[in-house]
Structure formats: C-alpha cells, structure tokens
C-alpha cells in the first residue's frame, strides 16, 4: 500500500497564488507517476496535470495550463502543484493519485493509490 497525504490548500484571493504537496510513503515512490486531480461539489473528478516517474513527461489540461506548474522530488518521496493566477472555478478538494504505469495520463483507472485531498477556494 501507499499512503499519499495533501497539503498546502486553503482560501485565497483570485490572482493569488498557492502550493499543494502530496507526501507519499510505503511504497517507492520512484516507481510511481503521479498525478493531481480535482473535484468540486456536484461535479465529476476532473484530471489537472500527470507527471512520469522521472518528472521528464508532464501533460496539464488545458483548463490549468500555463498557470499551474507540476514537480516533483523523488528523495522527498513528494508531488508538488504550484497554482498561480487561481480563478473562483478553481474551487475544488485537490487529490494527488499514484500510478504504476509508465505513463497513465488522465486516465482515472490507471491511479491504484489516492490521498484523502485537501480543500482550495478561491473567492472573488
């Protein structure tokens, strides 16, 4: 098993900025691709951006593209989303997932391990 745990949400303005982490243990990490996704009330849960094991592959929706940036630090066992210019429809609890295909992309079913997520609200 893998255990993933969010953190790093919160309330902020439109145009304001902030940066989620996932830590990740039991299991290791380099073997996994990761990905962040979102959800909002009422809503399905909604791809953001992928990156590959070594953190040379990365795929952002267009809905995030140019504004959120992923990273991630293999000796920290941790996932980063950097989140800039942040709208009201960003508001959503945010998820990283771990995958153990080479490279999942958005594909939801391809994510074995996801964290419990952590809330961001943007207000305008």
């Known amino acids: 098993q893998m255990q993933l745990v969010e953190s790093g949400g919160g309330l902020v303005q439109a145009g304001g900025s902030l940066r989620l982490s996932c830590a990740a243990s039991?299991?290791?990490?380099?073997?996994?691709?990761m990905g962040w996704f979102r959800q909002a009330p009422g809503k399905e849960r909604e791809f953001i951006v992928g990156i590959n094991w070594s953190g040379d592959n990365i795929y952002y929706a267009d809905s995030v593209k140019g504004r959120f940036t992923i990273s991630r630090d293999n000796t920290k066992n941790t996932v980063y989303l950097q989140m800039n210019s942040l709208k009201p429809e960003d508001t959503a609890v945010y998820l990283c997932a771990a995958s153990p295909s080479t490279w999942p992309g958005g594909n939801r079913r391809a994510y074995d391990y996801w964290g419990q997520g952590t809330q961001v609200t943007v207000s305008s």
């Open positions: 039991g299991r290791t990490f380099s073997d996994y691709a």
